[in-house]
């Protein structure tokens, strides 16, 4: 004959969550896993003849029966304190006895402080919703034991969270899956013959990535490439180095970041998507940026050519100028000399005449007196 398994419930409150390491996929909790069951043999720690509830502190539970409840996901550095309590609930029906209206709890609850392992879906970080959960589970068989959430208290966070909220969002709720859950779950491969994980009981708390402060880091440096736009097109001096500073940077923030923050995985992640889009806008606007030098370069080797033709032709239309000019004071300077030549030769010409003419004079004198003083015959003209 087939025995009804005992049915455990159980619920997880989060007193701290501590560091998230992505890299490892671990993250450090302090929790507090409270199970009860019942228990027909607690009837002789009580006095039935009270009809009332009544709660004692249990110092050892060894003589009663134990679910051997442990977490499946702890790391090897934990820190375990366990205490026990059992509590009378007295439950009021008319229908049937006073003795059968009693029910008695054995409480469990395991005090854990340290690391836990938390298997992490990244192809949408960093705009996913991650889990990090308690995988609460016992060395029995899923015919001694079923695990169940707990029906009068629910899982919980705790208030005082030391959790870095600048940088995760903490969800508020808990999310309880069972085995039926976890079965069904395509993510989650459970083997029937596997004893512990048959009796498994997955409490979720959900944390959400920093997708606003990653946001704005990647699109501030994405979009830093816009900024280069704004620098004047007739300076590529300062725009070619800020692109290609922009794209160095993208390409060690890629590597980078994804060897220190993220563990290795066989696909692409939100953010390597989006890391090498990023890449290759920059490298496409670094493109531009050196075809656009190169225009203004050849824009300026041209205005420069031009500059230097339109300076020779003024400079030999100076020199010309200035030739014609000196021609021209060299034909006024020869005219003159000219005009002062004519003008001396004509001094000259009227000196000579008057010479000559004195000359001449002075020869008639001569005759004269020498025709006077000699008789010449025949006749001498006047």
């Not at 225009?295 to 420069?304: E, H, M, Q, V």
């Amino acid at each position: 004959m087939n025995r009804k398994p005992h049915q455990v419930e159980t619920r997880v409150i989060f007193l701290r969550i501590g560091d998230i390491e992505t890299v490892n996929e671990k993250f450090f909790a302090e929790i507090l896993v409270e199970s009860r069951w019942e228990e027909s043999k607690l009837s002789s720690e009580f006095d039935k003849s009270y009809l009332f509830n009544e709660e004692k502190e249990l110092a050892s539970a060894k003589k009663y029966w134990n679910p051997n409840i442990y977490i499946e996901n702890a790391l090897n550095d934990v820190k375990k304190t366990v205490s026990y309590k059992i509590m009378k609930r007295f439950c009021a029906k008319h229908d049937e006895p006073e003795d059968s209206n009693l029910k008695f709890w054995l409480y469990e609850c395991q005090q854990i402080k340290g690391h836990f392992f938390q298997k992490l879906k990244l192809k949408y970080f960093p705009l996913d919703v991650q889990d990090l959960s308690i995988m609460v589970t016992t060395f029995k068989s899923n015919k001694e034991v079923e695990l169940v959430k707990n029906k009068e208290k629910a899982s919980v966070i705790g208030s005082s969270m030391t959790i870095d909220k600048n940088i995760w969002h903490l969800h508020p709720n808990v999310d309880v899956k069972g085995n039926s859950d976890l079965i069904a779950d395509k993510n989650i491969l459970i083997d029937q013959n596997q004893i512990h994980e048959d009796t498994s009981l997955s409490i979720h708390s959900l944390i959400k990535f920093p997708f606003i402060m990653f946001q704005c880091k990647v699109s501030r440096r994405g979009a830093a490439i816009f900024a280069v736009f704004a620098v004047n097109p007739n300076q590529p001096y300062y725009r070619l180095p800020i692109s290609a500073t922009l794209l160095l940077t993208s390409i060690t923030f890629r590597w980078s970041y994804s060897s220190r923050c993220l563990p290795t995985v066989n696909y692409f992640t939100s953010l390597d998507s989006y890391s090498i889009k990023s890449i290759v806008l920059i490298f496409l606007c670094l493109i531009w940026h050196v075809n656009l030098s190169l225009l203004f370069w050849l824009r300026s080797a041209f205005k420069i050519r031009k500059s230097i033709r339109s300076s020779e032709k003024s400079l030999f239309a100076n020199l010309k100028s200035r030739f014609s000019q000196s021609d021209d004071m060299l034909r006024y300077n020869m005219s003159l000399q000219l005009d002062d030549m004519q003008a001396r030769n004509s001094i000259f010409s009227v000196v000579n005449n008057i010479d000559l003419m004195s000359t001449l004079n002075e020869n008639n004198n001569i005759l004269r007196r020498y025709s006077q003083a000699v008789p010449f015959k025949g006749s001498i003209p006047e």
